[in-house]
């Protein structure tokens, strides 16, 4: 079926095009391809002289099913993350469950994981050591679980009363499939866009990985992706702290060099440099 509309990766191509070298596409045209026919390009710009260029986005996640581990993960730990009954004064406590722990399971299940957890919490979080630790987790009837914990007591005058992190940790590293799974989604609805230019946006929504790592993956599958040699640009997109701050940073890098950069926060260019890496005016 075409895409719906309103997502938040079509601000980030109107924002793309609204400085995208040095605002000369800011007049444009974008026709949301995608919304019309299934399997086409996310949008086609038309600049006022006729020039055009088509725009792929995708997000790259840190590891496959990634958004799917999350939802699982946000849904069935968010009583746990708010309870800071169990947090220690004057200390803060970070404790991080394996990603894949709760994607496929059914609900009771989820629920034994959770109270196994916190219970280990309850327990322990009184003697826990400082700095970074591997503890096993009892979870009956199942499989421990493995948990690392940061354990940092604050040497305050006042007293406080602590705080305490529930997070997912990675284990898995499987970006090549990752990119490998894009640019074959991706590729081909772009380059055979009849276009002046094509751009291919990759979104980071997360610090889990360097953007280097992503770029310096694309390059070693070169060989199987020959579609490659015809997008022009590949671009970061990062989004990190888009849905707290509103901001969205875009770069263009070739080796360990950015050849063009843009930012934004809550939509108002703040950053702008070109091929020189010079700053625009703004």
């Not at 793309?16 to 996310?42: M, P, R």
């Not at 990603?99 to 496929?104: E, F, I, K, L, Q």
């Not at 070693?220 to 997008?231: A, H």
Request: glycine fraction near 8%.
């Amino acid at each position: 079926m075409p895409s719906k509309s309103g997502r938040d990766d079509e601000v980030f191509v109107k924002l793309f095009v609204s400085a995208y070298e040095n605002f000369t596409w800011k007049d444009s045209h974008i026709c949301w391809l995608d919304q019309k026919q299934d399997g086409a390009v996310e949008a086609l710009v038309t600049r006022p002289d006729g020039e055009t260029m088509a725009i792929e986005h995708t997000l790259i996640e840190p590891f496959v099913g990634d958004k799917s581990d999350f939802a699982a993960f946000d849904q069935s730990l968010a009583a746990l993350r708010n309870d800071q009954s169990l947090a220690v004064p004057n200390a803060g406590i970070e404790v991080y469950i394996p990603a894949g722990t709760m994607v496929g399971q059914k609900p009771a299940k989820r629920d034994l994981i959770v109270q196994s957890v916190r219970a280990w919490i309850s327990a322990n979080r009184l003697q826990l050591r400082e700095g970074e630790h591997r503890y096993e987790c009892d979870v009956p009837g199942e499989p421990k679980i493995k948990l690392t914990v940061k354990f940092k007591p604050w040497r305050v005058a006042k007293p406080s009363p602590g705080i305490l992190i529930v997070g997912r940790q990675q284990i898995l590293n499987d970006l090549d499939k990752v990119v490998e799974k894009a640019l074959r989604r991706k590729l081909p609805k772009l380059v055979n866009t009849k276009a002046g230019r094509h751009i291919l946006l990759l979104e980071r929504d997360q610090f889990t990985f360097q953007p280097e790592l992503i770029f310096a993956e694309i390059e070693r599958q070169r060989s199987n992706f020959p579609l490659l040699d015809q997008v022009d640009e590949i671009w970061e997109v990062e989004t990190v702290f888009y849905k707290q701050g509103g901001h969205v940073g875009f770069e263009l890098p070739k080796g360990d060099r950015l050849l063009a950069t843009m930012h934004f926060e809550n939509g108002i260019l703040t950053g702008h440099s070109g091929i020189s890496g010079i700053p625009y005016p703004m």
